[in-house]
């Protein structure tokens, strides 16, 4: 079973950076995608970025231009680089793979991102 450890979330002022970062309990074999998703109070949990194997990215809307996703695929590890924060940004980032095409979800315990000033 892998289990996926986050860390980078804390609080930052608006227009300040943070970066996330989650790593799998394993190495050693290749994880298909890798990504982020984030929960605000009483709403959805909303794609934030994904990252392939061969990677292929996807971003949401909201944070293109500001949010690069990169992974060490070596060490399966996954980062998030956050720029330009906004106070709209503040949530649960949760950590999300798939091993392999089509897989079910694996979530990490999710770390908190707080934008305000």
Known sequence: QVQLVESGGGLVQPGGSLRLSCAASRSGFSIYAMG??????????????TLTSGGSTNYADSVK???TISRDNAKNTVFLQMNSLK?????????????YSGSAYIWGQGTQVTVSS
């Open 87 to 99: 106070p709209e940004d503040t949530a649960v980032y949760y950590c999300n793979v798939q091993l």
């Open 65 to 67: 231009g500001r949010f």
């Open 36 to 49: 982020w998703y984030r929960q605000a109070p009483r709403k959805q949990r909303e794609l934030v970025a």
